[in-house]
């Protein structure tokens, strides 16, 4: 059972060589993030963030008076500034909890969770089959480049289109999502860039029973 161990890991490892090959950038093994997959994923994030403080029904007092007479403005914290600045802040560290999924070539390469690949050759090394990708096994789940990339494109975004945000959190969150009014009306001005957005992972399907006992 070792030696077809052996020749699947082999296996693997060639069809990550295969899948980068291409541009002068590829040659290298790596195929950064372009600003679709930056800005959707930004979008994505951010939502998220929001979606997370906006469950909070608190009220905060604004506004400053000597005597502490004048009444403070009252709002509420789902449509205050300090909810937006709390949703931005460390926005971007969330990038870093992403995967590069190297079998799949669209913009769902970039995802959370274990690659089906890494599933694999860790599955390979727990029943005892050496593999070597050339680094060191204690590195294989930090991000890889393309993500720690991908976490300054999106610092980059941030701080690019900070009011392009704004003005969407306090003016028209309630008539459209982030990801359009950030990434189609303002980062991506041509059509043929915003393919991406369309790109969803599909639902994971069930593999037989045998698939996994050849594993």
């Known amino acids: 059972m070792l030696p077809r161990l052996v020749i699947l890991s082999l296996g693997v490892l060639a069809s990550l060589q295969q899948c980068q090959a291409g541009s002068p950038e590829e040659e290298q093994g790596v195929r950064y993030a372009n600003r679709c997959e930056a800005c959707k994923i930004l979008a994505a994030e951010l939502e998220g ?7 909070s029904h608190d009220v ?6 000597v005597d502490d007479v004048r009444p403070k403005k009252r ?3 789902r449509r205050s500034e300090l909810r937006l600045l709390e949703s931005l802040e460390n926005v971007c560290e969330r990038v870093l909890a992403y995967n590069l999924h190297k079998e799949r070539t669209d913009s769902t390469r970039f995802a959370k969770g274990m690659s089906q ?3 694999t050759l860790h599955g390979l090394v727990d029943k005892g089959v050496k593999v070597d990708l050339g680094i060191p096994y204690e590195l294989w789940d930090k991000p890889p480049v393309e993500v720690t990339q991908m976490k ?5 975004m941030l701080e ?3 009011e ?6 306090f003016k ?3 008539q459209k999502s982030l990801r359009q009014h950030l990434c189609e009306d303002h980062v991506l001005k041509k059509k043929a860039e915003r393919e991406c957005l369309k790109e969803e992972l599909a639902p994971p399907q069930d593999n037989p029973a045998g698939d996994k006992e050849e594993l």
Do not use: A, M, P, V
């Open 117 to 119: 690949t890494f599933q």
């Open 172 to 174: 028209l969150q309630e």
């Open 160 to 162: 690019e289109y900070e």
């Open 152 to 156: 300054t494109q999106c610092e980059n």
């Open 49 to 55: 963030r929001l979606g997370e403080t906006g469950k």
């Open 60 to 65: 905060i007092e604004t506004g400053y008076s």
């Open 75 to 77: 709002t509420e914290y």
């Open 164 to 169: 392009t945000i704004s003005d969407w959190y």
